[in-house]
């Protein structure tokens, strides 16, 4: 039985549903319950109230035949916002068939499940189901910092000819998400050794190796993350640079016109005077000056280009 | 393409027509239809294939019922480097498949890694002996990383070169591309150590204690090869904000020559204007005035150039 719409989540552990009956795992899935709901869930669990008030981010714990499992999920922010991606929590709760999951707010990666939860995962054994929402939350990190490090390689594109500060600010955001990502990364790696060395659940041969499988991929998910930020924070002074420098190019071509333009200045100030001028009145005079003008500039404009201050 | 090899009457290596057990099966940018023959016929899940074939894909391991794939990147240089914003050298996937009694190496693109590997360059094997073809592979890519190492290390040299002189961004962004390359190449080095390990454990591979002994070494030369990559990544960032720093320099050097030039530019104009101006001013309509200020507006400008050279704001 699954239940989205927090409006009523019917959480019949005492009288089973027919429902239940067949299915030999059963998920309940709460998102962002209130605080009634985890009461009646941690009572029905014959758990504490404050079970789920811990001060650690990441934890995994047997509390009586009840397994208590906090991980961390990406999460994405909204569109318009800084930092593209955040963690948050994942709570999850085994006891005998029955596993409960409680997220903060939407969790697109728990909604992906619900379809082969019905098709598949329910008539498995717990343990595999329970690994299998482990394994999503691996890959779904990989594809987010897959997606933001697409992102980066377009903001690195526009920084070619960007002489906005902005620029910079988004490159810094978006590495905050892989910063996330790798220490959210390195906690779960670390939880998923825990649960392989405690073998808390009770696992044939196949499961062992499906979760060792997904200990190397948790540890390469996080060294991809670490890499990715710690490249990104090195190469954010040479983008300060680029940026500083595509200002002081632009800058360079200013001043070249400036210096261009004072030549037909200069000519023009000089027959302005009021002091006779040799061929001042003939009627050639202007086009003649004109013409002076031109091969100045030209002649300047080749002396630069030799120069390389063009 | 698919070649399949098998060891003849005098143990060298054969090309043959049809799959037989215990032969090795290359195929390079297989065409749908081959794969969908393999698949079919050897059991295979189609899904190997989609894998090895995605340029994306990382070093992993992965079983199914009666075979399993082992992923691993091998570097590339890049062909379409000229491009723009194109890292130099890449990082490719390579799919071995193992089924019961053959061997499959599958990529994406033809690399030399597998021609050699045909050619006995790393070492004699037998085509049916799985393990042994492996680990020449692991060996194999282990050598290629860190030549590309030292390629890479030669392109940077080649550009401090030209960043010497240079006051233009394009420099510094094919360092920037290098660096990309750094980072593809540390990626899948510290994936690769970490798949070695788990192979190590031996649960999927049968490994003997002879097999044990190579597979460390290539671990270790693995990562070490992972270590260069960070330290020249490291090295090369250190280089992009001095150089950084250095064509910001060498922008600003010839800024102040403009500007200078400028600046001589503005006396004349200046007298100039000073003499065009409607009002009495002495000696106006005597010619050798003209002269005079000519020689003046000259005499100004060439002083300004000297103090300007003496100061070393330009250079002649």
Redesign the interface.
Known sequence: MITTNNAHVQLNTITPTVEQMKARTIWINLVSPPQAKISSVLTALSLPRDTLNQPRTSLLKKIGDVLLLKLEIPKRNLPNSAVPYQVTMLTILVKDNKVVTISEGDCPLLMRLEHEYLVRWAEQDITSFVYRILSITTTSFLNAT?EVSETIDKF??KL?SSFSNRSVYQLINHNKSFLYFSRALNRNHQLLKTLEEKSYLKADNEQD?TL??LI??T??AE??AR??NS?LS??M??YS??I???L??S??YL??F??IS??P??V??????????PIQDEPYALVALAGLSVFLIVVVLGF?KK???I | MLKIYKNGQDKMLVEEAVIRPNSLVMMIAPTAEQINQVTRDYDIPEKFFLDALDQDERPRLERDENSYLIVLNIPLKNPNSQMKNEAPYLTLPLGIIHTENNIFLVSKEPHPILQDLIDGEYGQFQTHMKTKITLLLFKAVAKHYDDHLGFINDEAAKLQQELNESYHNKELFSLINLNKSLVFFSTSLSALVILYRQIMQGKTLKIQDEDRRLLNDILADIEQSADVAEMRRESLSNLMDAYAVIVHNNLNTVLKTLTAIAIVMIIPTMIGSIFSMNVDLPEEHNPISTVIIGSGMMGISIILLLVFYFKKYIKF
């Open positions: 897959k690195e594109e070619k190796l060792s499988d190397v991929e540890a390469q060294s991809l890499v990715y490249n090195s190469l002074d040479a640079a680029l500083e420098n595509n002081s190019l800058v360079q001043t070249i400036v210096t004072a030549i200045m200069a023009a100030g000089i027959y302005g005077m009021n002091t006779p001028l630069f120069k390389k201050l």
